[in-house]
Every structure is written in structure tokens, then in C-alpha cells.
């Protein structure tokens, strides 16, 4: 039997959906109440699949439920593959009662939920996301799409799931180079809004990286409860949601430039974040003392602390110029006041930043 350890609720009016966290949930919580019709498409993909998607069926017992399965990789995360979906649920007679349910990690997240958005013009969907990123970030919030050759994510839409269901014992399964991937984003809440949780991962890394599960769990829980704050706030991101793209602009620089896939999302974004930390300290907004407490504890996560090899200063700068922060051609970035507290600036220092820029690249 399953157990659920926390539940919180993201905030949205009519909108509004839980988040369960637990463990033994794949196989035996039951999912029907959040199917309005009697079909459901579960997305996943050739890793995830062998692995969850028999207990992931058994949680819509009584229904239809039908199966895409994609390729495995960001850089499948595009149009062509997207497609795929269509053609499954045309081909099986979905109706635009449908339900679509993600299994997997934040690719398939993003995929399954962009598809939920214009099956039919919008059909609900259910996030199961099985890798520490995707239970931390990308399953709350209702950002979905796809990547293009010239810029991550620049096609998509808001569409927000009907339940999150988080079984932790699904990352009994992922490698270690993906729990550090994931650590960058719960690190992250830490570094925007929340010097106490910050303080709580100096003292639990070890037993984060040890995969330790009473750790994950409070980890997801703290991660989750402040992204589903922000959420509540800010749905479509006209203010304090930007915050959440802490080291993202870097970041996402970086995973295009390396090719999709080559660095992972959170590797990039832990880069990333120390390149915003570097500049904030540029800018006299924290102290050397912060910038290393920062530099350490992404260290300690396992992720790298560099662009990579090759990487210009220019090639940052060409990629940046299309982020979706930007503002009628100026750049915005998001940099901390202190740690614990970030806001988005247009203001900062070409100097400054040309020097972060320096310091990250070999
Ligand atoms: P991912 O989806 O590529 O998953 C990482 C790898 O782990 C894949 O090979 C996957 O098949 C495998 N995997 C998944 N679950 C597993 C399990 N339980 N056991 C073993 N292997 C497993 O990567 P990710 O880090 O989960 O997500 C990154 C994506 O999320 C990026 O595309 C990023 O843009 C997106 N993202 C979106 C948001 C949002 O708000 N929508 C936020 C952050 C990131
Ligand atoms: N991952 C950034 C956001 O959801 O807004």
C-alpha cells in the first residue's frame, strides 16, 4: 500500500490542483477522480516506460488507457516528436474529453503538457514526473512546449495539470548525474526566496547526493511549496515568477551552445546560477562571503562550475539576446540582492557582465 508523506496545493482559483508526494503510489493511488472522461494517453518514453508504465496504468483502473511511447533525450524535444502524440490520439479516437497523463521527466513533462494544450484545443492532463528535476520544477507550474534549433523552450503554452503525483521511490532508478541535475533546481529555491531552506541543503547535502529518501522527500516538499507560492502569485510570469529563472539565462545559453542533450538542463543552470551569483558580487549586491557559500554548495551538488570548453563570451552573448526575459532588445537577468532574495534587473553593468563572462569561459 501506498504512503503519502506531504500534500500541498497550488493556487490558482478554479484552476487550483494538488500535489501528492509519497511513496508506493505508482501502481496503486488511484488517479480515476482526475479523469473527467473515460480515456486516458499516457506519455512516456523508452527509458521510462519499461520501468513505470505498468504501475502507472494500474492507477487509472476502469479506464481506456492507451500509450505513446517517444524517444528518449532533449533533443527529441521538438515539433517532429511532438507530433507523435497527435498521431496517437487521432489514431486511437481520443476525444477532446481525453486525458493526457506524463510519465516521466521533464522532456516528456513539457511535451505531454504542450500537447494537452492544443489536443482539441485543450484537453486536462496529469503530471507523474519520476526524475528529481521534473518533481521539483517542471511538473508544477503549467509551463509547457518544445525547444527550437534557436532558442530552448520558445514554443509552447501556459496549461496547468489537473494533480501532481510524486512517488519518490521512482528515483530509486535515477542515475546520480541526474539527482545533482535536479539538486541545481531545489538549490535554486534556496538561493531565490529562502535562506532557511538554504541553510537546511548546506546541512542535508551529503544525504541528498547519498539519495537518502526522508531527505528527498523534505527537499521535493520545500521545492514544490515554494514554486507552488510563486505560481499562485504570478501564473504567467508578468513579474516575481521571473525569479524562478535564476541562472537560467546562462544556462540555457549554455545547453544550446553545447547541443541539446550534451550538458543537462540543471547542470546548466547550476552553472548558471554561480555566473549570476558571480555578477551580483560584481554589482556590490552580496559579499565575496555569499558568492562562495553559493560556489560551495554546487560544488557539493556535483555539478559543474564552468562553461563549457570552447565557449566564448560572444557565444553567450548571440544566445542570450533571445531570451524570453527581454524587453524590446534589453537584456534582463535575474541576480540576488542578498542570498535568499532575487529580482529581475535590466540594469546591470555591460562591464560587469562582460567580466562574468570572462571569468566563466576558458
Ligand atoms: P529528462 O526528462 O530528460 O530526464 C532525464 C533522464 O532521466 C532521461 O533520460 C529520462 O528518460 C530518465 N529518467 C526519467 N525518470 C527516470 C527514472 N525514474 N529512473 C531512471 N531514469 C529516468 O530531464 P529532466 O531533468 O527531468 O527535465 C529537463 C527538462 O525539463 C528540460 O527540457 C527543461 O527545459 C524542462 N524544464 C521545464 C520546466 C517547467 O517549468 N516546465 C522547469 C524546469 C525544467
Ligand atoms: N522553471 C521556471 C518556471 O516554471 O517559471
Known amino acids: 500500500m501506498y504512503k503519502v508523506l506531504k500534500e500541498l496545493k497550488v493556487e490558482l482559483g478554479e484552476r487550483s490542483y494538488p500535489i501528492v508526494i509519497g511513496q508506493g503510489l505508482l501502481g496503486t493511488y488511484d488517479l480515476t477522480p482526475w479523469v473527467a472522461g473515460n480515456q486516458v494517453m499516457i506519455v512516456t518514453n523508452d527509458t521510462v516506460g519499461p520501468l513505470y508504465l505498468e504501475q502507472a496504468v494500474a492507477c487509472f483502473r476502469g479506464k481506456q488507457v492507451d500509450v505513446v511511447t517517444l524517444p528518449d533525450g532533449e ?97 530509486s532508478t535515477l542515475p546520480a548525474r541526474e539527482v545533482s541535475a535536479g539538486l541545481a533546481e531545489v538549490i535554486k529555491y534556496g538561493l531565490i526566496r529562502d535562506e532557511s531552506f538554504l541553510i537546511w541543503l548546506e546541512n542535508n547535502i551529503d544525504a541528498l547526493m547519498n539519495a537518502e529518501p526522508e531527505a528527498l522527500a523534505e527537499a521535493i516538499f520545500r521545492s514544490c511549496q515554494c514554486k507552488a507560492e510563486v505560481v499562485a502569485v504570478d501564473e504567467r510570469e508578468g513579474g516575481l515568477r521571473a525569479i524562478l529563472n535564476l541562472g537560467h539565462t546562462f544556462g540555457h545559453a549554455i545547453e544550446t551552445y553545447a547541443g541539446y542533450g550534451n550538458w543537462l538542463h540543471g547542470e546548466a543552470v547550476g552553472t548558471g546560477m554561480l555566473m549570476a551569483s558571480d555578477l551580483s558580487l560584481r554589482e556590490g549586491m552580496i559579499s565575496q562571503a555569499d558568492h562562495e557559500r553559493a560556489t560551495s554548495l554546487i560544488r557539493r551538488a556535483g555539478l559543474p562550475v564552468y562553461a563549457p570548453e570552447g565557449m566564448s563570451p560572444e557565444d553567450f552573448m548571440s544566445r542570450m539576446a533571445v531570451d524570453k526575459k527581454n524587453i524590446d532588445g534589453t537584456l534582463r537577468l535575474v541576480l540576488m540582492r542578498a542570498l535568499g532574495d532575487a529580482f529581475v534587473t535590466g540594469d546591470a553593468s555591460e562591464q560587469n557582465l562582460r567580466n562574468t563572462l570572462l571569468e566563466f569561459t576558458r
Open 75 to 171: 533533443k527529441y524535444k521538438d515539433w517532429q516528436t511532438l507530433n507523435l502524440i497527435f498521431d496517437g490520439l487521432l489514431e486511437q479516437r481520443h476525444s477532446r474529453k481525453t486525458t493526457l497523463a506524463a510519465l516521466g521527466g521533464g522532456v516528456i513533462g513539457d511535451m505531454a503538457g504542450f500537447a494537452a494544450a492544443c489536443y482539441q484545443r485543450g484537453v486536462p492532463f496529469i503530471q507523474i514526473p519520476t526524475t528529481l528535476l521534473s518533481q521539483v520544477d517542471s511538473s508544477v507550474g503549467g509551463k509547457t512546449g518544445v525547444n527550437h534549433p534557436l532558442g530552448k523552450n520558445m514554443v509552447g503554452a501556459f496549461h496547468q495539470p489537473n494533480m501532481v503525483l510524486i512517488d519518490t521511490d521512482s528515483l
